[in-house]
């Protein structure tokens, strides 16, 4: 109580719960894409422990060759799945504004402007189109620690000017 009225604290941000599906959708795409991906490592694994190409298409062995059939239909259904969401990003855009600004960015389509839409929620938030920017992995970020450079971590997507942040505000 004391941190309050001495106005120490920090507000708080909540959203909405339209913004509470979409941060479910994006979570539920994310954890999707990372089991594909580990499921297709696994395929490719199979085959590079036999010294063979995935171009080749058939093992020798009983049991890769069934470990094969089973990851095969795996990545049939990852794919499945992938399009069904990558549909209902589709689909959000035509409601959502913030969608539709963030998706008219160069390099930022449908799954990625929900991505931000989702994490942002509301760009007023931040109190400069750079701050906004910087949170979306849009712009150069230079890493320093105790003065010391560590490199740049280079943007998710290439983008010329904040026109999505200001149109977004408006």
């Not at 297709?40 to 190409?53: E, I, P, V």
């Amino acid at each position: 109580m004391q941190l309050l009225r001495a106005g120490l604290l920090k507000p708080v941000f909540h959203s909405g719960d339209e913004f509470i599906y979409l941060r479910k959708l994006a979570s539920g795409y994310i954890d999707l894409v990372k089991t594909g991906t580990q499921i297709k490592n696994q395929r490719s694994a199979l085959f590079q422990a036999q010294g063979k190409s995935q171009k080749e298409k058939e093992l020798s062995g009983g049991a890769e060759k069934f470990v094969l059939e089973g990851l095969d239909r795996r990545i049939a259904s990852y794919n499945e799945e992938r399009t069904r969401y990558e549909d209902e990003f589709k689909s959000l855009a035509k409601k959502h504004k913030a969608i539709r600004l963030l998706k008219s960015l160069p390099g930022i389509r449908y799954v990625n402007a929900v991505k931000i839409a989702s994490r942002v929620v509301d760009p007023r938030r931040f109190p400069t189109p750079g701050h906004f920017l910087s949170y979306c992995g849009l712009i150069k970020l230079n890493r320093i620690s105790g003065g010391r450079s560590y490199g740049k971590k280079n943007p998710f997507w290439i983008l010329a000017q904040g026109s999505a942040y200001i149109s977004w505000m408006q």
